[in-house]
């Protein structure tokens, strides 16, 4: 019996290859055929104003066919390394804790965006990618359709794909008012923690 080795290389590039197949390049989301924003700022102002993330914070939303929000969740993530696997599971957790899934209907009639809040400028990572792969899967999962994936940096917001961005708000930027016709800011909702990778939620 042999005990205390290593992994040999094989396996260890085996696995590593594994990781990387999930995460999408900026030209495979590109052509997904991600449905565009409406008003992108408008949606990425509200998500602000109600989570006031912070650096590796991710916020899951889930819209209506008007783009009205439904439902939202923020966590935040501490990984390592990034893991579209890892990404997806913890989507996947928010989301089934904030709406029902839509897997009866024969076509998806919500759709989930995702805005990540995190260090560095607004060019393409591969923790973007893993994003990107995450959101798609766990649309898949919970009946949804895959939406706009949303950076948000010290530069300001950018939706990776669509080219479309502004500069506030962003990591340094106060939360703006709400407009008139929103709803009043809800209180967040707290629950059990689905995995490591999460420390914080908050619901619709």
């Given at each position: 019996?042999?005990?205390?080795?290593?992994?040999?290389?094989?396996?260890?590039?085996?696995?590593?290859?594994?990781?990387?197949?999930?995460?999408?390049?900026?030209?495979?989301?590109?052509?997904?055929?991600?449905?565009?924003?409406?008003?992108?700022?408008?949606?990425?102002?509200?998500?602000?104003?109600?989570?006031?993330?912070?650096?590796?914070?991710?916020?899951?939303?889930?819209?209506?066919?008007?783009?009205?929000?439904?439902?939202?969740?923020?966590?935040?993530?501490?990984?390592?390394?990034?893991?579209?696997?890892?990404?997806?599971?913890?989507?996947?957790?928010?989301?089934?804790?904030?709406?029902?899934?839509?897997?009866?209907?024969?076509?998806?009639?919500?759709t989930a965006v995702l805005l990540y809040c995190?260090?560095?400028?607004?060019?393409?990572?591969?923790?973007?990618?893993?994003?990107?792969?995450?959101?798609?899967?766990?649309?898949?999962?919970?009946?949804?359709?895959?939406?706009?994936?949303?950076?948000?940096?010290?530069?300001?917001?950018?939706?990776?794909?669509?080219?479309?961005?502004?500069?506030?708000?962003?990591?340094?930027?106060?939360?703006?008012?709400?407009?008139?016709?929103?709803?009043?800011?809800?209180?967040?909702?707290?629950?059990?923690?689905?995995?490591?990778?999460?420390?914080?939620?908050?619901?619709?």
């Amino acid at each position: 019996m042999t005990f205390g080795f290593a992994p040999s290389s094989a396996a260890s590039l085996s696995s590593s290859a594994a990781t990387a197949t999930r995460l999408l390049e900026p030209a495979e989301w590109a052509a997904a055929g991600i449905p565009l924003l409406r008003n992108p700022r408008e949606v990425v102002s509200g998500l602000h104003a109600r989570h006031r993330p912070e650096p590796t914070t991710a916020i899951v939303a889930v819209l209506d066919p008007d783009e009205r929000l439904c439902a939202s969740a923020s966590f935040s993530s501490r990984r390592a390394a990034a893991d579209g696997w890892m990404f997806r599971n913890a989507l996947l957790a928010q989301l089934r804790r904030v709406i029902p899934h839509d897997l009866r209907r024969r076509t998806p009639v919500r759709t989930a965006v995702l805005l990540y809040c995190r260090e560095g400028d607004a060019r393409w990572t591969e923790e973007d990618g893993a994003w990107m792969w995450g959101l798609r899967d766990a649309c898949t999962l919970h009946g949804l359709r895959c939406g706009a994936y949303i950076t948000l940096t010290r530069d300001g917001w950018q939706v990776l794909g669509e080219g479309r961005g502004g500069r506030r708000p962003n990591t340094a930027s106060p939360p703006e008012p709400f407009a008139a016709s929103e709803s009043p800011l809800p209180q967040p909702r707290t629950g059990g923690v689905a995995s490591d990778v999460l420390r914080r939620a908050a619901a619709r």
